[in-house]
């Protein structure tokens, strides 16, 4: 019982978050980026960023960053790889101003959680190039794999979960990378291939957030896994439905007149 009880908060909070999170849409955004490889590296170094997207979740609204769009702006499209560290140090940079002026917002993202890849890696990456990033509030902070899990299980979808999500909702992987094929862009120095895959992945992650709050993201979580896993939540569940309340109101009128019979009989004989 003590583990369904842990379940069923963990299903209770993520339900929380999602609502916070769409309490006010304008006021959350969606945060994904792609960089360099981390597995497999012979150099210290931490990987490179190349962009950054962040997606206003009630306008859809975009904001991008990334190398080649510095690299353009600067007449440097051509020599990319010979100025690495001062065009990704400007587009962290720039990023970093955004977050500070939207450090009120509500940040949703997918395993952004520390230094090999989240807001951590960033902060360390823009220190690493000589710049002072800004910190966001963990209590601003929403992961929506994390969510996700809480409220349908561990089980609730095969790997690689982002993926598969995609595939059983029919929604289309046009200009998605998975993580091989940007590193493998990355090499190749293919770096609008992975600005538009970073594009699509907050639009992705926006689409998967609104099925959830509205109820219509398809899972393979059973009905039990998506209600809280416990018999607690099953009460609760059958409390709020409109025909079980109906049904306990009926009983509950049936229970009053058989204990009123006795007194209707003596008032009319």
């Not at 003590?2 to 909070?13: A, F, I």
């Not at 990319?80 to 065009?87: N, V, W």
């Not at 992961?143 to 790997?159: Q, T």
Request: glycine share 6%; hydrophobic share 40%.
């Amino acid at each position: 019982m003590g583990k369904q009880r842990d379940l069923h908060r963990r299903w209770k909070r993520a339900g929380k978050q999602l609502e916070e999170l769409f309490d006010s849409p304008e006021h959350t955004v969606v945060v994904h980026y792609s960089c360099e490889s981390f597995y497999d590296r012979e150099n210290p170094r931490s990987p490179r960023v190349t962009s950054i997207a962040v997606r206003n979740l009630d306008s859809g609204q975009t904001t991008s960053f990334s190398i080649h769009l510095v690299a353009e702006q600067r007449g440097l499209l051509d020599s990319i790889a010979d100025h690495y560290d001062a065009l990704e140090g400007e587009m962290l940079t720039a990023f970093f101003e955004n977050m500070r002026i939207r450090s009120h917002c509500k940040w949703m993202h997918w395993n952004m959680r520390d230094a090999n890849y989240g807001f951590e890696a960033l902060e360390n990456r823009l220190r690493a190039l000589g710049g002072r990033p800004t910190t966001l509030d963990e209590r601003n902070r929403y992961d929506l794999s994390r969510i996700l899990v809480s409220m349908f299980g561990n089980a609730y979808i095969g790997h690689p979960r982002l993926e598969k999500l995609m595939a059983l909702n029919h929604i289309t992987a046009r200009d998605f990378l998975n993580g091989q094929q940007e590193a493998d862009a990355f090499v190749a120095q293919e770096f609008v291939k992975l600005h538009q895959s970073t594009l699509r992945k907050v639009d992705v992650l926006a689409n998967l957030a609104e099925r959830a709050h509205n109820g219509s993201l398809k899972t393979h979580a059973t009905w039990w896994q998506r209600h809280g896993r416990s018999v607690a939540a099953a009460a609760e569940w059958a409390k709020e439905h409109w025909l079980f309340s109906g049904i306990g109101a009926l009983l509950g009128l049936g229970a009053a007149v058989y204990k009123a019979l006795p007194w209707l009989r003596a008032l009319f004989s």
